[in-house]
């Protein structure tokens, strides 16, 4: 069964300082990965995805994530974060080979950007 | 905007019931998803329809159902209601099944009483 977790609930940043949002993924076979943001009262916003190719993936609003197999990870990193980056971020995980098209979802990170 | 809409935003439903819920994909979009997102959870797959048939489907019982339609619309229905229904419902629409590609309406708040 493939999974996903988000060590951290809630990350908090100060504005313009690096973040780091952490995914880690177990899946069978090769991982498609892909990070999505949520504004409150809103649905999920995509921002990048890894299906193969670089291990470095630029996604929206200058959001990057790096892929790592051998730590089966996939974190979300931006350089300068912005109060508007403040929202709730979800990792997701699919397989993939075969028929199977069902995603799975973390639980979400809470991301605070401190003026 | 994404624009794959649903209807309707909010929604107060009594335990026992049954409630449908629409999504419009966006235009030229073949596939659609659902999925529930509880209180402090993330999405949770329902089930994704390619080309009006049901294409994967995650672990919910059979009274959560959908269709889609000839223009890729969809519904979900969910029969004999339960108060752990309660969640944001959310619609996603892809221009193929391999849903690598996904973009989300703004969904539905179901609240069951």
């Known amino acids: 069964a493939q999974s996903v977790a988000q060590p951290e609930d809630q990350v908090n940043v100060a504005e313009g300082n690096p973040l780091t949002v952490k995914c880690t993924y177990s899946?069978?076979?090769?991982?498609?990965l892909f990070w999505y943001v949520q504004y409150p009262n809103r649905g999920l916003q995509f921002l990048l995805k890894y299906i193969t190719g670089d291990n470095l993936v630029k996604g929206s609003y200058g959001f990057e994530a790096e892929f790592n197999k051998s730590q089966t990870s996939f974190h979300l990193k931006k350089p300068s974060a912005l109060v508007s980056d403040s929202a709730l971020y979800f990792c997701?995980?699919?397989?993939?080979?075969?028929?199977?098209?069902?995603?799975?979802f973390g639980r979400g990170t809470s991301l605070i950007v401190h003026p | 905007e994404t624009g794959v809409t649903q209807s309707p935003t909010h929604l107060i439903k009594t335990r026992g019931q049954q409630v449908t819920l629409r999504c419009s994909s966006q235009s030229g979009h073949n596939t659609v998803s659902w999925y529930q997102q509880a209180l402090g959870q993330g999405p949770q797959f329902i089930f994704q329809y390619y080309r009006e048939e049901e294409n994967g489907r995650g672990n919910f019982p059979p009274r959560f159902s959908g269709l889609q339609f000839p223009n890729y619309s969809s519904e979900l229905n969910v029969n004999a209601l339960e108060l752990d229904d309660s969640a944001l419902y959310l619609c996603a629409s892809s221009p193929d099944r391999s849903n690598t590609e996904a973009f989300f309406g703004q969904g539905t708040r179901l609240t069951v009483v």
């Open positions: 997701a995980v699919r397989g993939a080979s075969g028929g199977s098209y069902i995603p799975t």
């Open positions: 899946v069978s076979g090769n991982p498609y």
